[in-house]
């Protein structure tokens, strides 16, 4: 029985004994790996891949293919020339089982690509990188104070700069001085926003309602 495998973006047909070199695949010698996209087992074709279908194989060794030169030349006036070696890094596999079914209970390691990341390892890391995001909105303290964002040409951003300068209450800006309203006008960024805006004036009204 023969089957048909996609890695790397190529199709291999195998049968089992087959020895062949794919993409290198993240595993030792001596490893068994599973392929599971399986695009055809004998004369049964899947769409696109067949249902619990999967080749079997032993690694033998982590090689490299032959030499490919690349030659670069800019056609310009101060053009210039390069030349590089590359060696694809490769596996060289033993087919030792081709499965028509059942390929996704035989729990043996799937062939992965080295510069790969499994789905299992993905789902994995999934709830991990979640939990700092939760525990840190979590960790997060109200702040207890006035909503300053009714001050005109203030928003989320500019409240949230308030709070980080220790302003939270209408009171305190209404109490600014005009030395403090330059200090606080470089402090916060607002490019003269404090006098034009007449902030000092709003807060004075705001904190007696």
Request: no cysteine; hydrophobic share 40%; glycine share 12%.
């Amino acid at each position: 029985m023969f089957a048909v495998l996609k890695t790397g973006g190529k199709q291999y047909k195998v049968q089992s004994g087959d020895v062949l070199r794919v993409e290198k695949i993240a595993a030792d010698a001596g490893e068994t790996v599973q392929f599971n996209d399986i695009l055809m087992v004998g004369d049964q074709i899947g769409t696109p891949t067949v249902d619990g279908a999967a080749v079997q194989a032993q690694v033998i060794d982590q090689i490299k293919g032959d030499k490919v030169i690349h030659f670069v030349k800019r056609r310009r006036k101060h053009g210039s020339k390069r030349t590089k070696g590359h060696r694809q890094q490769l596996t060289l596999l033993r087919v030792t089982d081709i499965l028509a079914a059942g390929g996704d209970k035989t729990g043996v390691k799937a062939a992965v690509g080295a510069g790969s990341v499994s789905a299992a390892a993905v789902t994995a890391a999934a709830p991990q990188k979640a939990a700092p995001q939760k525990a840190e909105a979590e960790a997060a303290p109200a702040v207890d104070g006035d909503d300053l964002k009714k001050l005109s040409g203030v928003g989320p951003a500019m409240e949230k700069k308030f709070h980080e300068a220790g302003i939270t209450r209408f009171a305190q800006i209404a109490a600014w001085t005009p030395e403090q309203v330059a200090a606080m006008d470089t402090r916060l960024g607002t490019k003269g926003k404090i006098v034009n805006e007449g902030w000092v004036e709003q807060a004075k009204t705001l904190a007696k309602g």
